[in-house]
């Protein structure tokens, strides 16, 4: 099983849905990250949590919001999706102290038509 | 705004010969540094870390940093077709003022040709 775990791994929506991308995790890393992927844009970073109580807006956050729901999960939700949320997602996790490496998850494929 | 670019390639290189992908960043004061392989439709997985200037190896990986000139770069020694996917440069966010995450280029395109 994945250590890093996205749900659902595909998703199509329509343009005004409210939609929640699920993560969770069993590293037992402290630290959280949602990232969206668009061709050409590269990796973003959307939220970032240092653990439950303390979430933190990235690069790009309008139009989204998250949750932390325990130190294990993670979830996105975009209020109202909109055609130019359409990308890949990815869900990220990181250890407080040392290398602060970051492992992925699967990533979510989401399409708003 | 913290930056970090790469050749977007695509950088074809013959089986068995070198692969030498670059990377600049705009913050100096960055500490971490990364580079991810993304094989294309899955997630990035983590190849090489360096926090200190120099050289580090890994096996055929090898990362080079250069604080001063802001520039990191990964060698890859007797490519293998396997190694074609993007590879991703990545940097720290936080440099003391609290922000976390991680800033990523956009990826240099690498073709290992049979």
């Known amino acids: 099983d994945a250590d890093v775990t996205q749900t659902p791994r595909n998703r199509i929506t329509k343009t005004g849905k409210r939609i929640m991308l699920e993560c969770s995790q069993t590293?037992?890393?402290?630290?959280m990250y949602w990232y969206r992927q668009d061709p050409g844009l590269g990796l973003r970073l959307i939220y970032y949590s240092f653990d439950v109580k303390d979430i933190n807006k990235g690069e790009i956050s309008d139009g989204y919001s998250v949750s932390r729901q325990a130190q294990a999960k993670f979830s996105l939700s975009l209020e109202s999706a909109i055609p130019n949320q359409t990308a890949l997602y990815f869900c990220?996790?990181?250890?407080?102290?040392?290398?602060?490496?970051?492992?992925f998850g699967q990533g979510t494929r989401l399409t708003v038509v | 705004q913290k930056e970090v670019e790469q050749n977007s390639g695509p950088l074809s290189v013959p089986e068995g010969a070198i692969a030498s992908l670059n990377c600049t960043y705009s913050d100096r004061v960055s500490q971490s540094f990364f580079w991810y392989r993304q094989y294309s439709g899955k997630s990035p997985e983590l190849i090489m870390s360096i926090y200190s200037n120099g050289d580090k190896e890994d096996g055929r990986f090898t990362a080079q940093l250069n604080k001063a000139s802001q520039y990191v770069s990964l060698l890859i020694r007797d490519s293998q077709p396997s190694d074609s996917a993007t590879y991703l440069c990545a940097v720290n966010r936080g440099s003391g003022g609290g922000a976390d995450g991680l800033t990523f280029g956009k990826g240099t395109h690498l073709i290992i040709q049979p």
């Open positions: 590293k037992g890393h402290d630290r």
């Open positions: 990220a996790t990181s250890d407080t102290t040392g290398a602060r490496e970051a492992f």
